[in-house]
């Protein structure tokens, strides 16, 4: 009937054989002719099954929001990995391109130069030590065009993801590199003090190849008896020397492929052996920097994750 109040709620109730069921309760009154409330009717439906069927759906819409956020932040942090090797892929592009206008083009331009020499001096028939003296510069030229295109396949092959992940014992690699320049630090009487090193997972000539180039460098480039230190506070490595150094507003630019700060005359080398520590500590998920002063030394901080 028209006004008639029904009134609905849920509850539990508990079976004889032990099993809580959901019903839903419909109460509503019974009158007579006059309208007047003679009792109650109520209406117990079970909506165990129906509860069941809401919980399991909305656990399954909370499971898809869930998962649906997990991949939306997982796609996030790939598109970030991916813009910043991007990034790095363009500036690595930016570099090779100033390696071809620049770096491969001078030593071709001596090249050029003295074989046009040498060959004016045949036909003038000069002497024999100056048409050797062009035969030098022409070998050194080519010799070193020819460190330059293996320094760069060689920073380019560090792209490659075919190497095998394994864990590695810096303490076993650095002791493999000191025995590499064992005759360097005889002939130079330099000190090299190793602390205890952490066990990292990476590629494990990789890191061979970081620790010479370091440990190298700190060899080289001394106007004294080198005194090196490789220590560590957990994954965080240093590796110090009491070099020449270089002035800090360069600590950026060393790590650039092909960067000098001292002349090829004084101190050989193509330039990329910091750029190679660069980029095989950021393919391991690290980072790397440099703390110097001219005529103090040169202290290198690697950061590799724990």
Do not use: W
């Not at 813009?83 to 001078?106: G, K, P, T, V």
């Not at 030229?141 to 060689?154: G, T």
């Not at 320049?181 to 990292?200: H, M, Q, T």
């Amino acid at each position: 009937k028209r006004g008639e109040r029904v009134d609905h709620f849920e509850t539990k109730r508990l079976t004889k054989d032990g099993r809580l069921l959901d019903i839903s309760l419909s109460i509503s009154p019974i009158r007579d002719k006059q309208g007047r409330i003679i009792g109650a009717s109520k209406i117990a439906r079970n909506i165990t099954d129906q509860k069941e069927a809401e919980r399991i759906i909305s656990e399954g819409k909370e499971r898809f929001r869930q998962e649906l956020e997990a991949t939306v932040k997982e796609r996030t942090y790939e598109l970030a990995e991916l813009n910043a090797r991007l990034a790095r892929s363009n500036n690595e592009l930016e570099q090779f391109a100033y390696i071809a206008s620049h770096d491969l083009q001078e030593p071709l331009r001596k090249i050029h130069i003295f074989s046009e020499l040498l060959e004016g001096g045949l036909a003038q028939e000069l002497d024999v030590a100056k048409l050797n003296g062009y035969l030098d510069k022409i070998k050194s030229a080519s010799n070193r065009m020819s460190k330059l295109i293996k320094d760069v396949l060689e920073y380019s092959r560090l792209s490659r993801a075919d190497q095998s992940i394994t864990k590695v014992d810096l303490n076993l690699v650095v002791k493999d590199v000191l025995h590499e320049f064992e005759l360097a630090i005889a002939e130079k009487n330099a000190a090299v003090d190793v602390g205890v090193l952490p066990v990292v997972r990476g590629i494990g000539p990789q890191f061979h190849q970081l620790f010479r180039n370091l440990i190298g460098n700190a060899l080289k480039f001394s106007q004294q008896e080198p005194r090196i230190r490789v220590l560590a506070d957990g994954h965080h490595i240093i590796v110090k020397d009491n070099g020449i150094g270089f002035p800090e507003e360069f600590a950026d630019k060393i790590f650039d492929i092909f960067q000098r700060l001292n002349s090829q005359d004084v101190y050989n080398g193509s330039g990329i052996g910091l750029a190679l520590c660069k980029k095989i500590v950021e393919n391991h998920g690290g980072t790397i920097k440099a703390q110097s002063e001219p005529g103090k030394g040169a202290t290198f901080h690697i950061f590799l994750p724990g």
